[in-house]
């Protein structure tokens, strides 16, 4: 299956810059998968090193780690001759092994022809509470999400669809009823599925939603298992109810996360270290409101009111146990849900795309669901679950800070009208 990934991939292999590549991102997002296969088709041969399955791995690294002394015996490990430039270093899970994180800064100092890659799941996780020396400027960083709405349709084999969508994105015009309406049921499709590359391989082969429900219950169990074991003791009950719980307050109207719902007089000082190790893991996103839309916009966030999103759709489906018709034919059941999963989705696009997310709310209550910087410009983008796009708050903020464009995203077709440039929301991976 095709994966941006790798255009970025081949990109760090012909640049003269090129540092140690950490790729992370959250667990079966696909890292091992596409950094083994760009191994296979760039380079002679791949020295694969997976620090989970190999614990003894450390011990390798336990008391030398300079490139001269590591080099011959990873080559005896792997049962082959590592050879600078023709051989792809691959270090899997390395947030077991804290000293092979350390060893990167060694490698880029004293053997920088020497292409290596290190993947790990909890990575921000072992950084942000681990206490070793992290080789800060010594390495190239890139985080890894599910699969985007694009990469879906194609792994569909829906390329000739995608170029459409692009194509009427950037000139705003509407695409032909039936391919809107055949891009719709795909969406709707992407919500049940998610990105997580085997869920949507599953798919694509079987069309089998009880098969997809399994393994994305199986990912879910291994998620619940992470924070067991890569958790403080008295941090993994409440990490697993922050988590319950997020799902539960996107069923609000009113998004904003709030820890009162977690339990009865919860606090942020009794919930803030699960959150973080849930955002630092990759599983879930926070995006924070902003008092004033001003370059940066990080200058302007409130860090008491954010909103909270998981990492993939097909997840959320799978823990709120929604039946895939539900979710298809977007039943009246669900009216208190889409709002909050359509925003959880357009987050999951935004982010994939690599902008900065945050909402935007107006002293009395109009709020705009997203403000990203787009070509150096502030973009309001406002989201609606169905075709209604009667925007009240949008008006507002267009009065107050008179941006050169908003963008509307809902399940009307393209078009562009009065400075708002409408956007189907199975188009939002074009933003």
Known sequence: MYRKIMSFLKAWKESPQRKPLILQGARQVGKTYSILEFGREHYENVAYFNFETNPKLNETFAENISPDYLLPLLSRIAGQTIVRKSTLIVFDEVQLCERALTSLKYFCEEAPDYHIIVAGSLLGVA?????????VGKVDMKTMYPMDMEEFMLAMGEGELVEQIKSSFRTDTPLPAVL?????????????????????MQFAETKDHILVRHTQDTILTSYLNDMSKYNNLNEIKKTRIAYDNITVQLSKKNTRFQYKLIKKGGRASEFENAIEWLCLSGIVAQVYRVDQVKKPLENYRDIDAFKIYVSDLGLLCAKKELAADDILYMTEELNDFKGGMTENYVNVQLTANGYRTYYWESPRGAEIDFVVQRDGKLIPIEVKSADNTKAKSLRIYMETYHPEYAIKLSAKNFGFENGNKTVPLYAAFCI
């Open 127 to 135: 950084v942000n509470r681990a206490k070793f020396s992290f080789p």
């Open 180 to 200: 809107h309406d055949a891009a719709m049921r795909l969406y709707r499709q992407y919500l049940v599925v998610g990105g997580m590359p085997e869920c949507v």
